[in-house]
């Protein structure tokens, strides 16, 4: 059986390089990756990581989501190389921990640049190809934040937000020409997690606008948090494997939650339509 050809974005560190490496590492020469990261003089770690692999079934290249000239000698290569594109992982993100009065414009753009602007026009690239051979699927890694609005992280949270309501869209839009859509949805992932915790540096925190109650609540509710999600962190290793799962379902699901507290998340929101609930939740928290 013919490899399945996969495009995986972000794929530097984390979740990206994760995802690659289990793919690329599948028996038989079941996937051939594509990994790709907007610099590669950061991919020592993914040819590390996937050393067994690399220029047989792993093959490191260079892709910015925040410019499209970068995706056309990618996906060229790609259709030159194998003919078609199975898969595309959209994985490249880029977070904002803020209070939010302080986040600067400019990094609001950013974040929404790349989670969203980003990702959109490379899966508008991808599109005719997968509907030329009338199949694909396309996998958008978003968080327990594209559903859940979560303090001092507003705008990351609006940018998955955003892209949670681009999937569902296109799931249904491109059904008719077989082109399938999920939507993976972890919580904290370890080492990002705790990065962002114990990092004050662009949080506004230092700002000398913010008064000090506020201070108090964000460093309160950072602590809390922290405590919250100890049991609850996840590997990167961990959430590759989930996406393995939806790469390698019959019939693949609309939404991936990557773990059993994720997945509590998940229905608790949609039990409560007015979501005066999760507002009370977050009452008790952060007071």
């Known amino acids: 059986m013919a490899s399945r050809t996969v495009l995986i974005t972000g794929c530097s560190s984390g979740i990206g390089l994760a995802a690659a490496v289990v793919l690329a590492k599948q028996p038989d020469a079941k996937f051939k990756v594509y990994a790709t990261m907007r610099n590669t003089g950061k991919k020592e770690e993914l040819e590390k990581a996937g050393r067994d692999c690399l220029d047989k079934t792993l093959f490191i290249r260079a892709l910015d989501v925040n410019d499209a000239k970068t995706f056309k000698p990618v996906l060229d290569e790609i259709i030159n190389s194998d003919g078609k594109l199975d898969i595309l992982i959209n994985n490249a993100g880029q977070g904002m921990l803020v209070i939010s009065e302080t986040a600067p414009v400019e990094g609001v753009r950013q974040v929404f640049n790349t989670n969203v602007i980003g990702l959109f026009q490379l899966t508008q690239a991808v599109i005719p190809i997968m509907k030329k051979q ?3 699927h396309i996998i958008n890694v978003t968080s327990v934040g594209g559903f859940m609005g979560v303090p001092y992280n507003a705008i990351y949270c609006a940018s998955k937000f955003a892209v949670e309501g681009m999937t569902e869209g296109l799931a249904c839009e491109l059904m008719p020409d077989n082109i399938r859509f999920s939507l ?28 000090e109650d506020t201070k108090k609540r964000f460093l309160s509710m950072m602590t809390k948090i922290r405590d919250s999600y100890a049991h609850a962190t996840q590997t990167a290793d961990e959430i590759g494997y989930v996406i393995l799962k939806a790469a390698t379902d019959e019939n693949p699901s609309l939404r991936y939650q990557t ?10 929101k949609l039990a409560d339509p007015t979501g005066n609930n999760y507002l009370d939740i977050y009452r008790k928290v952060i007071e």
Not at 186 to 197: A, M, Q
Not at 259 to 268: H, L
């Open 134 to 136: 009338q199949s694909g």
């Open 184 to 211: 993976i949805e972890p919580g904290p992932v370890t080492t990002k997690f705790r990065e962002n915790l114990q990092s004050a540096s662009g949080t506004g925190l230092d700002s000398p606008d913010v008064d």
């Open 259 to 268: 773990s059993a507290d994720a997945e509590r998340r998940a229905k608790s």
